[in-house]
């Protein structure tokens, strides 16, 4: 009696997928988990994330579009809050900067350090990355510091820290970005949230209450020894 070949089939598929069970069960698994502990491991949304890449290329694009070799502007993002620093020739580029910045989509507000001036020689570039990995290095060993939602930029020895952290949090952040031998000043950018905020699944917590003064959209330029400017908070260095 012929034997029908659709049960034969469905069992050498049944057998083909039980023998790469384990490898298509790590393949899913393991993507869920790498995009659960990305946005586990930062206070930003998925969606926040994703807007502040996005516009960090806008601001290089729009920048050198409009300014090419004479200026240099760098723009990091966080949740929608834009730190701009650099060098341009006048205080009217920096202001020009500024608007453009203003004008890409998903930017809430901007703080405006970039400095008027020739622009900063390739050494003092090199030693300001190193200098942010030096600081992120003392944030990862340091207990209690959530370093994996705060952003490092330096900028001729000025440390600029960003993210979303309570008010404990960001003291110790900073106190230990001020002990970084080489730092001349750390500029806190936080947006200061409520501890409570922090118990929702993490990337989900809705608007917290802030208890800092985040406007400092008009923060003007500091000088190396001078005081920053708007609603942020600067250390002196230990």
Same mark, same amino acid.
């Given at each position: 009696?012929? @034997?029908?070949?659709?049960?034969?089939?469905?069992?050498?598929?049944?057998?083909?997928?039980?023998?790469?069970?384990?490898?298509?069960?790590?393949? @899913?698994?393991?993507?869920?988990?790498?995009? !659960?502990?990305?946005?586990?491991?930062?206070?930003?949304?998925? #969606?926040?994330?994703?807007?502040?890449?996005?516009?960090?290329?806008?601001? !290089?694009?729009?920048?050198?579009?409009?300014?090419?070799?004479?200026?240099?502007?760098?723009?990091?993002?966080?949740?929608?809050?834009?730190?701009?620093?650099?060098?341009?020739?006048?205080?009217?580029?920096?202001?020009? *900067?500024?608007?453009?910045?203003?004008?890409?989509?998903?930017?809430?507000?901007?703080?405006?350090?970039?400095?008027?001036?020739?622009?900063?020689?390739?050494?003092?570039?090199?030693?300001?990355?190193?200098?942010?990995?030096?600081?992120?290095?003392?944030?990862?060993?340091?207990?209690?510091?959530?370093?994996?939602?705060?952003?490092?930029?330096?900028?001729? #020895?000025?440390?600029?820290?960003?993210?979303?952290?309570?008010?404990?949090?960001?003291?110790?952040? *900073?106190? @230990?970005?001020?002990?970084?031998?080489?730092?001349?000043?750390? @500029?806190?950018?936080?947006?200061?949230?409520?501890?409570?905020?922090?118990?929702?699944?993490?990337?989900?917590?809705?608007?917290?209450?802030?208890?800092?003064? !985040?406007?400092?959209? #008009?923060?003007?330029?500091?000088?190396?020894?001078?005081?920053?400017?708007? #609603?942020?908070?600067?250390?002196?260095?230990?």
């Amino acid at each position: 009696m012929p @034997v029908s070949t659709r049960p034969l089939a469905r069992l050498l598929i049944g057998l083909a997928c039980l023998a790469t069970l384990s490898g298509c069960g790590l393949f @899913v698994v393991g993507g869920a988990a790498a995009t !659960s502990a990305a946005v586990a491991t930062d206070r930003r949304t998925a #969606g926040e994330q994703v807007d502040d890449q996005t516009i960090e290329l806008r601001v !290089s694009s729009e920048m050198n579009k409009a300014f090419g070799d004479k200026a240099r502007i760098l723009g990091t993002s966080y949740a929608g809050r834009l730190l701009l620093v650099g060098d341009v020739p006048s205080d009217a580029d920096r202001q020009r *900067a500024e608007t453009i910045a203003r004008e890409i989509s998903k930017v809430r507000s901007v703080d405006n350090y970039i400095r008027v001036g020739d622009i900063t020689p390739l050494s003092v570039r090199t030693n300001d990355t190193w200098l942010t990995s030096k600081v992120k290095s003392q944030l990862v060993a340091t207990e209690h510091v959530p370093f994996r939602t705060i952003k490092v930029t330096t900028e001729r #020895g000025i440390v600029y820290l960003m993210g979303k952290v309570t008010d404990e949090e960001g003291r110790l952040a *900073a106190s @230990v970005a001020s002990s970084v031998s080489g730092v001349n000043k750390v @500029v806190k950018l936080f947006t200061i949230v409520a501890r409570e905020s922090l118990l929702t699944e993490p990337g989900k917590q809705g608007a917290a209450p802030v208890t800092d003064d !985040s406007s400092s959209s #008009g923060a003007s330029t500091p000088s190396p020894a001078g005081d920053s400017g708007g #609603g942020a908070q600067t250390m002196p260095v230990q």
